[in-house]
Structures are given as structure tokens and as C-alpha cells.
Antibody, heavy 123, light 108 residues
């Protein structure tokens, strides 16, 4: 059984940096890309970016300039850094398992999700 | 970027009714890499359907997906009380992976 457990600060001031981490228990960490997804209160879902075990990243162009996703394969863990947050970044942030790391295996949806972390940006 | 438009925004239905949700893509979804998720208030999204028509593990057969190219449908043949929720479609054929804005299925 695959479980994703995430943690990080939930209250930031404008211009600060969001840091979240997600550890994966169970399954094969190296076989997949691992994503961050967010959801503003009462709104829909937005994909932020992804990383695989080799550190290959892929970001949503709308956030790319402010986002860094990193990986620590020794801990089956990956992390999100979002710089210069504003009130518009207030949202629940989720980590999730996505597509296969090897392109020839085809694509996959997000099948396992972390529990979510609410970020509030307020002065 | 592929924009997914879901309709309708909200459906008010009674248990036992049949429901059909629509998801239209701004361009063809590669290999029909289209998923549907269910999200209840305060909960994490749950994968229902992937590859447009394949049920995820543990999803009952009253829930089905169909469609191809730019037009996709999620059907629930008979609504159960636990089916009242928000449903999102998502494409994973072309990066950036994108979601529809959601359809809320509420109790009439």
C-alpha cells in the first residue's frame, strides 16, 4: 500500500517562501514522477510541477519562475519551494504520484495523494 | 496548454437517478489520457477513471467513463448517497497536466 505523508509551514507573510515536503511509503519510488498540486479554497485543482528520482523536473509555466522541486531518494522524499508568496497562493497543497519515470511505459493519472497542507498567506 | 471545460457547473439530483457529466478539451487529448476524480468536502481527490474508460481499483461498476479526442463523459448509472460530491476531469497527455473546473453533484 502506497502512502504519501506531507508536512510544512501553513502560515506565511507575503514575499516569504513556502517549503513543503512529502515522504513516500510503500511502492517503488524510482518508478514514477512525483507531483505537487494545489487547490485554492472553494476552487479547482492546479498542477504545480513534478520530479523523478533522477531529479528531472517539469513545471507548470504559470509558476515556473517561482518554483523549485527537489528530491532525496535516500529518504523517498521530495520537496516543494515556492518563492515570493502572495495572497493568491493561499491554497491546499497536495503531493501526488503521477506518471511513470520511463516514458516508454506510458502515462498515468494521479492515483495516490498526500493528505494536503493548507497554506494561508496573510500579513 | 489544454483547457478542459466541464458542464454543467452544478447538478441537483436525487438518489437513484442517472447522471452524465461532460468534459470538453480545447484540443485532442493524446491517447485519450483523461482521468476523472471525485472530491468530497474536506477530502483528497479520489481517482475514479483513467485512460478515459478504465475504472480505478475499487470503483464500482455503476461509475463509467467514455469518450475520445476532445469529448469525454462520466456516467453514474444510479446515484448512491456517497456519490454526492465534486467531480473533476484531468488530462495527462500533454504537459502541463490540467484539470477541469469541476462539476458539483448535489442532493435535490
Amino acid at each position: 500500500q502506497v502512502q504519501l505523508q506531507q508536512w510544512g509551514a501553513g502560515l506565511l507573510k507575503p514575499s516569504e517562501t513556502l517549503s513543503l515536503s512529502c515522504v513516500v511509503n510503500g511502492g517503488s519510488f524510482n518508478e514514477y514522477y512525483w507531483s505537487w498540486i494545489r487547490q485554492p479554497p472553494g476552487k479547482g485543482l492546479e498542477w504545480i510541477g513534478e520530479i523523478n528520482h533522477s531529479g528531472t523536473t517539469n513545471y507548470n509555466p504559470t509558476l515556473k519562475s517561482r518554483v523549485t522541486i527537489s528530491v532525496d531518494t535516500s529518504k523517498n522524499q521530495f520537496s516543494l519551494s515556492l518563492r515570493s508568496v502572495t495572497a493568491a497562493d493561499t491554497a491546499v497543497y497536495y503531493c501526488a504520484r503521477g506518471r511513470y519515470s520511463d516514458w516508454f511505459l506510458g502515462r498515468r493519472p494521479f492515483d495516490y495523494w498526500g493528505q494536503g497542507t493548507l497554506l494561508i498567506v496573510s500579513s | 496548454e489544454i483547457v478542459l471545460t466541464q458542464s454543467p457547473g452544478t447538478l441537483s439530483l436525487s438518489p437513484g437517478e442517472r447522471v452524465t457529466l461532460s468534459c470538453r478539451a480545447s484540443q485532442s487529448v493524446r491517447s485519450n489520457y483523461l482521468a476523472w476524480y471525485q472530491q468530497k468536502l474536506g477530502q483528497t481527490p479520489r481517482l475514479l477513471i483513467y485512460d478515459a474508460s478504465s475504472r480505478a481499483t475499487g470503483i464500482p461498476d455503476r461509475i463509467s467513463g467514455s469518450g475520445s479526442g476532445t469529448d469525454f463523459i462520466l456516467t453514474i448509472s444510479r446515484l448512491e448517497p456517497e456519490d454526492f460530491a465534486v467531480y473533476y476531469c484531468q488530462q495527462y497527455g500533454s504537459s502541463p497536466w490540467t484539470f477541469g473546473q469541476g462539476t458539483k453533484v448535489e442532493i435535490k
